[in-house]
């Protein structure tokens, strides 16, 4: 498991937000780790995304999803990567659904000195009856990744 967490400003998140920040937190490790069960059981059959890096337009459905995290297990997409966090993450709480924001950065070892990658992140989920599920997310990477 990666050592990760989140960075925040002075608030102490109440156990509300602490709940969709772990949840986010699986998702994240979820696709890291190549881990498609884990993903699907923390998202609607129906969720939709925009993901600047992947498609141009609107993806739904999680097959999409758990598809590409094979795939990018396959590849070994995340060997280096040896942590993430989510900066500055913001929770907005609301009867039934939950919107999240944050940056992620992800830092991975390199030749010699670590790099990252971040990017802008947006994750809407849904209270139903087996507990909080995604149901959709946008991502767009930012023009601040530093490598050495």
């Known amino acids: 498991m990666l050592n990760n967490g989140f960075i925040s400003g002075n608030t102490i998140p109440d156990m509300s937000e602490l709940e969709i920040l772990d949840i986010t937190r699986r998702l994240l490790q979820a696709i890291h780790d190549g881990d498609s069960e884990a993903y699907r059981a923390l998202c609607a059959p129906e969720v939709s995304c925009f993901e600047t890096d992947v498609a141009p337009y609107r993806i739904d459905g999680v097959d999409f999803h758990l598809d590409l995290i094979q795939a990018m297990k396959r ?21 039934g659904f939950a919107v999240i924001t944050y940056t992620r950065l992800m830092t991975y070892q390199g030749e010699g000195n670590p790099y990252y990658k971040t990017s802008n992140e947006t994750r809407v989920f849904a209270k139903e009856s087996d507990g909080w599920k995604m149901i959709h997310f946008h991502r767009s990477e930012t023009s601040s990744d530093l490598m050495p």
């Open 75 to 95: 590849q070994d997409a995340y060997e280096k990567l040896v942590r993430f966090d989510l900066l500055s993450p913001r929770v907005q709480l609301y009867p």
